[in-house]
């Protein structure tokens, strides 16, 4: 197990627990980052921060402050 953060590009991982504040949690339920789902590191802007992984279908940008709070179990490169 490990941190959505530490995710390197192509790696498919899944969700196993959200860690933030109330108002974060509702946010990232909205976009799909609940327990179970699917998550791939798309890629990292230059400077490091944010990252894009693909959820459920769509990119979505996190910043790594709030990846932070997401542990993943990778699985492997796809």
């Not at 860690?19 to 980052?33: H, Q």
């Not at 459920?56 to 490169?77: F, M, N, P």
């Amino acid at each position: 197990m490990t941190r959505l953060c530490n995710i390197k590009e192509n790696t498919v991982c899944t969700v196993k627990n959200v860690e933030a504040s109330p108002a974060m949690l509702d946010r990232l339920g909205e976009l799909g980052l609940i327990k179970g789902t699917e998550v791939k590191c798309l890629f990292r802007a230059p400077s490091g921060d944010p990252t894009a992984y693909l959820i459920r279908g769509a990119s979505i940008a996190l910043r790594k402050d709030c990846a932070l709070g997401i542990t993943v179990e990778q699985y492997d490169d796809k």
